[in-house]
Every structure is written in C-alpha cells, then in structure tokens.
C-alpha cells in the first residue's frame, strides 16, 4: 500500500476528527500532498494540501479556517486536523501525492489512499 489513510469515524456536529494517512513512496521537497474528500452523491473535491519540503499549505474555501493540513517528514506522514465539522463534511476522505506541485485537479496525483470515512452527525 503506498499511501494508507485512518482516522475516519462518526462525529458529532461541531466535534473534531484527525486523519492520517502514511505515505510509503518517494516524496520530494517540491511534491504535494493532498487531501481530497467525496460526499454521498457528489463529485470528489480538494479540500487541502501542504508542499512536502517547505511545508507551504493550501485549502478550499469550504475548510479555511477550520481544516489544518501538516506532515511529519520524519514519519513519513501528513495529518489532516478537522475542527467545526458539521454535516456537510460527511464524506469518504483520500489522501493523494503528485509530483507536480500544488494542484487540485485529481489528473495531477500519481497515487491515492484507499479513502476514510468521516460521518458527522447532527
């Protein structure tokens, strides 16, 4: 498994959660990890990024200032902090590297997490 995501769960509305996802390939210092989530019946969407070396974010207006993405290098991880959540995140979260800088076009990462689960309640 290359990138492996866990985390997921029920939560209620205004709770948080914190998903992981371990990456297993070669990542660069101009690679970009990315966090991608797809609600029941949507298309999937960006939801935030962090550059591998600099550590550079980047998120959706739909997360901003809710959502914190970070890594740990040493680890080999990138963490997705998410805080407010309301009924509308409910969605299955993936976890995805591209080679090719920030991006939020799903074309662009070569490899993908198998996808968790994130279900808040109301």
């Known amino acids: 498994v290359q990138l492996q995501a866990s985390g997921g769960g029920l939560v209620q509305a205004g709770g948080s959660a914190r998903l992981s996802c371990v990456v297993s390939v070669r990542l660069y210092s101009s690679s970009f990890m990315g966090w991608f989530r797809q609600a029941p019946g949507k298309e999937r969407e960006f939801v935030a990024g962090?550059?591998?070396?600099?550590?550079?974010?980047y998120y959706s207006d739909s997360v901003k200032g809710r959502f914190t993405v970070s890594r740990d290098k040493a680890e080999n991880t990138v963490y997705l902090q998410m805080n407010s959540l309301n009924p509308e995140d409910t969605a299955v979260h993936h976890c995805?590297?591209?080679?090719?800088?920030?991006?939020?076009?799903?074309?662009?990462?070569?490899?993908w997490g198998q996808g968790t689960l994130v279900t808040v309640s109301s």
């Open positions: 995805a590297a591209s080679y090719r800088g920030l991006s939020t076009v799903e074309s662009d990462y070569t490899y």
């Open positions: 962090i550059r591998w070396g600099v550590g550079t974010t």
